[in-house]
Structure formats: structure tokens, C-alpha cells
């Protein structure tokens, strides 16, 4: 699986981005599919997750109530719907594939998982 993040920008404080990530392959329904994100000079962090068929939603706590995972299976695409975004949500975000959420969610990647090269989403006050 390939995976292919698009849609970050220059945004205001306030404001309103939709990520996209387009994926390869004919199995992507079948992975959990999800986005982290990574600050300059900070950790990793789990930002949503969405299940491969039932479509179950996870985030983390400082996205909660502002941003909205959603999956087309038929589009082989994951979208991630950021309103009310604060310049603590800038950084780089990548889009993630896995067997299940809960490694996403965890961030505790294997070799059989996958993720893209990221989009830079900056968030000026």
C-alpha cells in the first residue's frame, strides 16, 4: 500500500482544513486506516483512526470535539476534517495504514504497516 497526504497549507487561527490521503492497491478496505502527526522537535502524536469496514472513529484527546475522520473505500481515500484548528495543531501529518486501529492509535507500528510522506498544516495566531 501506498499512501499519498495531501491538502495541508497556511490556515489561521480558527480556520478549516481537509486533509486527504489517497491510497494504492486494491486491499485498502481492508486496513485501519489513520493520521499522526509530528511537531518540530516533538514526539509523534496520535491524532485519529477509523476502522476498515464498521467505520468506528477513535481521536486523541487534544482533537477531540474539532476534528473528523472519515473513509471512501470506493476512492481508496481517508479524509481528516480539522475545524477550530489552534497553532498548537501545527505540524507535519502523516496518514497511516494498519491492520488494526489500535496500532495507530498506539503508534506502535510494524513491518507490515505503512504510512506517507506527510503535509505540512501551519496554523498562524
Known amino acids: 500500500v501506498q499512501l499519498q497526504a495531501s491538502g495541508g497549507g497556511l490556515v489561521q487561527a480558527g480556520g478549516s482544513l481537509r486533509l486527504s490521503c489517497a491510497a494504492s492497491g486494491r486491499t485498502f478496505s481492508r486496513y485501519a486506516m489513520g493520521w499522526f502527526r509530528q511537531a518540530p522537535g516533538k514526539e509523534r502524536e496520535f491524532v485519529a483512526t477509523?476502522?476498515?469496514?464498521?467505520?468506528?472513529?477513535r481521536y486523541g484527546d487534544s482533537v477531540k470535539g474539532r476534528f473528523t475522520i472519515s473513509r471512501d473505500n470506493a476512492k481508496n481515500t481517508v479524509y481528516l476534517q480539522m475545524n477550530s484548528l489552534k497553532p498548537e495543531d501545527t505540524a507535519v501529518y502523516y496518514c497511516?495504514?494498519?491492520?488494526?486501529?489500535?496500532?495507530?492509535?498506539?503508534?506502535?507500528?510494524?513491518?507490515?504497516?505503512?504510512w506517507g510522506q506527510g503535509t505540512l498544516v501551519t496554523v498562524s495566531s
Open positions: 497511516a495504514a494498519a491492520a488494526s486501529s489500535m496500532t495507530i492509535a498506539t503508534m506502535t507500528f510494524r513491518g507490515d504497516d505503512y
Open positions: 477509523i476502522s476498515s469496514t464498521a467505520g468506528i472513529t
